[in-house]
C-alpha cells in the first residue's frame, strides 16, 4: 500500500463516519420527542455531513491526482466499481458518497448501529463524540495540512455535540427507572462497537508512522476518561472488559449498513447525476 | 400532555458585542442549561447572536393589555420629555 493510498482510505474512513453517523441522525429529522431536541439532532446531523463533505472533497483530490479513477481501476477498494463511468473521468465527491457499496466503506461499526429509541441514538452520539473529539484534537497536528485544518475546524462542533450528549447521557443515566434501564440497554447493545474506534485499521497504522495521524492506542486512555467521568455522574457503571467487534473500519460491516445506504443512494444511482 | 410539558422559556439573544439583548422567542426545555442549549439551537443557527440569556417564562411579569389606556396615553401630549432640542454631532451614530 502506497503512502498515498493509505491517505486516501484514511480519509474516506473519516468521511465514512461522518456521512453515516449524520444520516443516522437525520432519521430522527420530523421524529425528535420535542422540537427543540429535534432542531438540535438535525445541526448535529448537519455538521457531520458538513465534515464528511470536507474529507470526501479531500480524497476526490487525492484520488484524481493519483490517477487512480477509471475502468481500469474498476476494484480499487477505495473507489468501487460504480465510479468507472468514463475513461478517467474525474471522481467527485458525490460519486463517493453515493456510489460506494458496503464493502467500500470505511466507517466504524458503532455508527451505522440503529437508531433505537433516544436513549441509544444519544448514547451512541456521545461514544462516538467523546472518540471524535480526542482524535480531531490530535489529528489536528497532522503533517498533512488539509486533514489538519478540516480537524481543527471539526473540533469545535465536536465538543458541542459531546457537551450535548453527555448531558442527555446524565440526564437519562441519572433519570428515573425507566430511562435508566433505557440507558444501561443501550449500553449492552452498543458497547461491544467501542472497541474498535481504537483499534488501527491497516491504513491507520501506515498514515500513524507518517505522523499523518494520530497513534490510536494514545487516544483510548483520553477517551475512557472523559466516558467514564459521564458515566458516574449519570450513575452507570463503567462496562468490564468484553469481546469487542470490529471490521467495519476494513470493510466488514454488521447488517445495519446495506439499510443506511439503500435509503441513502436510492435517488443517485435510480437518477444518475440527478441534481435540484 | 400538558402535565408532561417541559417549561417555557423566553430567549434573549445579543446580536453582537456593543449591542443589548433583545427578545428572540421561546421554547421549552427541562433546565436552565437545556434551555442555553436548545437556544444556541433554534436560533443562533445562523450566527444571530454572541451571547444568549433565558429566563422561564413564568417569571417574566407583563404589563396588563387593559391598563394601556391608563399606562401609555398620558405620555401621548408631553413632547418635551423627548430630547429632541440637542444639536447631536454627526460622528453619534445609534441615537
Keep these: ?276 | 400532555m400538558a402535565e408532561n410539558q417541559w417549561p417555557l422559556w423566553e430567549v434573549f439573544i445579543r446580536s453582537k458585542q456593543g449591542l443589548d439583548h433583545k427578545h428572540a422567542g421561546s421554547l421549552h426545555a427541562a433546565d436552565a442549561q437545556m434551555a442555553i442549549e436548545n437556544a444556541r439551537d433554534v436560533y443562533t443557527r445562523r450566527m444571530e447572536g454572541v451571547s444568549i440569556w433565558v429566563v422561564e417564562s413564568k417569571y417574566v411579569h407583563a404589563s396588563s393589555p387593559d391598563d394601556a389606556t391608563s399606562f401609555y396615553e398620558p405620555a401621548n401630549d408631553k413632547v418635551y420629555r423627548h430630547p429632541t432640542f440637542y444639536d447631536l454631532p454627526d460622528e453619534l451614530k445609534h441615537m
Design chain 1, 1 to 276: 500500500m502506497t503512502h498515498s493510498t493509505a491517505l486516501i482510505h484514511y480519509t474516506l474512513h473519516l468521511a465514512d463516519d461522518g456521512l453515516i453517523l449524520g444520516h443516522r441522525n437525520s432519521e430522527w429529522t420530523g421524529h425528535g420527542p420535542i422540537l427543540e431536541q429535534d432542531i438540535a439532532l438535525s445541526n448535529i446531523a448537519l455538521d457531520l455531513i458538513g465534515q464528511a463533505r470536507n474529507f470526501y472533497q479531500y480524497a476526490a483530490e487525492l484520488i484524481n491526482i493519483g490517477g487512480l479513477s477509471g475502468p481500469s481501476n474498476i476494484s480499487n477498494p477505495a473507489m468501487g466499481p460504480g465510479l468507472s463511468d468514463g475513461p478517467r473521468s474525474p471522481v467527485t465527491e458525490d460519486q463517493l458518497a453515493y456510489l460506494r457499496d458496503g464493502w467500500d466503506f470505511k466507517n466504524c461499526l458503532l455508527v451505522e448501529q440503529g437508531n433505537g429509541d433516544w436513549a441509544k441514538t444519544i448514547l451512541r452520539q456521545f461514544l462516538f463524540s467523546a472518540y471524535q473529539t480526542t482524535l480531531y484534537e490530535k489529528l489536528a497536528q497532522s503533517r498533512d495540512k488539509t486533514l489538519a485544518a478540516i480537524a481543527a475546524k471539526s473540533y469545535k462542533e465536536g465538543v458541542y455535540h459531546l457537551r450535548w450528549s453527555s448531558e442527555w447521557v446524565i440526564r437519562l443515566g441519572d433519570g428515573t427507572e425507566e430511562s435508566h434501564t433505557r440507558m444501561n440497554n443501550a449500553l449492552d447493545e452498543l458497547w461491544k462497537f467501542t472497541g474498535e474506534l481504537h483499534t488501527a485499521a491497516t491504513y491507520e497504522l501506515e498514515t500513524a508512522a507518517k505522523a499523518i495521524s494520530p497513534d490510536l492506542s494514545t487516544l483510548q486512555p483520553l477517551w475512557k476518561e472523559k466516558v467514564k467521568e459521564v458515566f458516574d455522574e449519570a450513575g452507570i457503571t463503567y462496562p468490564p472488559s468484553v469481546w469487542m467487534q470490529t471490521g467495519g473500519k476494513e470493510g466488514r460491516h454488521t447488517e445495519h449498513l446495506g439499510y443506511v445506504l439503500a435509503e441513502m443512494q436510492f435517488l443517485q444511482r435510480a437518477y444518475p447525476g440527478c441534481e435540484w
